[in-house]
């Protein structure tokens, strides 16, 4: 009882300390930048402890976005993109599925946006999206819809924003960029900030039961490691060990990839966190993703937060493809 009591009156000290700090940045912009340039700082020294990547402000900077590489498709073993825009990240197919499948959803935040092409879609649908990123390059190489509504900010030390913010928060090949021993605190932030409905995209194995297709180790885990964790069965959830891990060219975590596991593990540390995984939700989505041939690469997750609004998650016109409600993407073909 007294270990429950002390975790509840450090909730509400960090609560407390968080609105002191909001209020100092939102009257100083000098106190908000040190405030900043300290994040930064703490998230990096927590990295080095944790295996994960040690700069990212570094990792994620303008070469991974394609600043100075190749363009025309050959990346050389290198993680990031030959180039990043809207339709190479397929910003397009992710913001309509979000509009379609969480028609309820008003006020919605993007973790881990990029330079924010998915918030400018979303807004160019009628949203009140947000977005952050750890980038500060991609924040500050917004996409022209979305300039104003992107800030620089790391889930590992927390976001700038209330508690039950937004009707629906998304995380799209986010969360496998955090090492596991963040994963709990990450998770816990994510629900903290909304009100409705998680919806995310994570590189996973192992059986997904009756909500979609099973995730793979191809790409994920060392290419002579393959055979190793497939033999180890449907029963293993990882994490996979850090030494495991894809590379790429420089000897790096394959695209900062740190926390490959399966659906059944990542499935648990949402539930801890109190939420409810929504299987009919993602059935809806990979009906809409199939005919883009996305569903082998999109591991979705749907979970609803504790006290949801179903009304969130109504779909608008279900009866109607993507491209019938005015997709347009070269990966659908429009007739």
Known sequence: MASSSSGAGLHAFVRRGRAALAALSRRSPRSRAVMARLGRELSRAAGEGSGAIADPEHFYGGAYFGEGRDPSGDRQGLSGYATYDRVSSNADVAGWV?????????????????????????????????????????????????????????????????????????????????????????????????????????????????????????????????????????????????????????????????????????????AEAGCTRRPDVERRIYADIEPGTLVPYWNVYVFAVPGADEAVAAPRDPERTLVELGLRHPRFAVA
């Open 98 to 270: 979000m509009w379609r499948n969480f028609g309820g959803a008003v006020r919605t935040l993007d973790v881990g946006t990029a330079t924010g092409f998915v918030v400018e879609v979303l807004r160019e649908l009628g949203v009140e999206a947000e977005g952050c990123d750890v980038s500060e390059y991609a924040v500050e190489h917004a996409a022209p819809g979305a300039r104003g509504h992107l800030r620089v900010a790391d889930l590992r030390t927390g976001l700038p924003w209330a508690d039950r913010t937004f009707d629906l928060v998304s995380a799209l090949e986010t969360l496998e960029h955090m090492p596991p021993s963040s994963i709990p605190a990450v998770v816990a932030e994510l629900t903290r900030v909304c009100r409705g409905f998680l919806y995310l995209t994570i590189p996973s194995f192992g059986p997904n039961d009756e909500a979609g297709p099973a995730g793979h180790y191809e790409g994920k885990v060392l290419s002579e490691r393959v055979v190793h964790y497939q033999e180890l069965g449907p029963d293993y959830d990882g994490p996979v060990p850090y030494e495991d891990l894809a590379r790429d060219a420089r000897g790096e975590p394959v695209e900062g990839h740190l926390t490959i596991a399966s659906y059944r593990w990542w499935t648990e540390r949402f």
